[in-house]
């Protein structure tokens, strides 16, 4: 499997190509190495981009860094390792999960103890951009905050799955449910 990535843009005389690696410590997709910039009168301007693992740590112009980037990375995990540690929205959490399906009630009382999707706040920052560093020395800070709701439509939610409340389930969460004894 391999994904398609833009190698060359041309036009009006200006030839733009890009340059690619994919990181040998992940499964993920190539991520840009540089960008090379070529003019009509066959001039170049080469912009590279320097990674931490998967995330860019600099903008670099013709040699002189031009962006610098910073991360909330306090817990020392990494988010592109623990798929099942996070919340309903996606982030992280921090919960040791092996699975993403919550626990199961119904009117009568938990039917399957399952993965812990609350929203940890602390974790749910990880990996996310805290700082831009500018060429001129100026930066730009980030403040993140988690989302918080009570109710889903008219019902009081609970962070668990009510079998009660749910009218369609698709056949591999079923599946998925039985072979983790639920």
């Avoid at 602390?122 to 009570?150: K, P």
Wanted: aromatic letters at 14%; proline letters at 3%; one cysteine or more.
């Amino acid at each position: 499997y391999f994904t398609q990535t833009l190698q060359t843009i041309e036009g009006s005389g200006i030839v733009i190509k890009f340059d690619y690696i994919v990181p040998a410590s992940s499964e993920s997709d190539a991520i840009i190495k540089s960008v090379t910039i070529i003019s009509p009168d066959n001039k170049k301007r080469v912009i590279e981009f320097s990674y931490s693992g998967q995330l860019l740590t600099e903008i670099i112009d013709q040699g002189d860094t031009i962006y610098s980037f910073d991360y909330f990375l306090e817990n020392g995990s990494s988010p592109f390792l623990d798929h099942f540690e996070q919340d309903f929205g996606g982030y992280p959490n921090g919960s040791g999960n092996y699975h993403l399906i919550p626990d199961v009630l119904k009117s009568s009382g938990l039917i399957g103890r399952g993965s812990d999707r609350s929203v940890n706040p602390e974790y749910a920052v990880e990996a996310s951009l805290r700082r831009i560093t500018y060429a001129t020395g100026g930066y730009t800070e980030f403040e993140w905050e988690s989302n918080t709701f009570s109710y889903l439509g008219g019902t009081e939610y609970t962070g668990k799955i009510n079998s009660d409340l749910t009218t369609s389930v698709s056949s591999d969460t079923i599946r998925a449910c039985r072979e983790m004894g639920f």
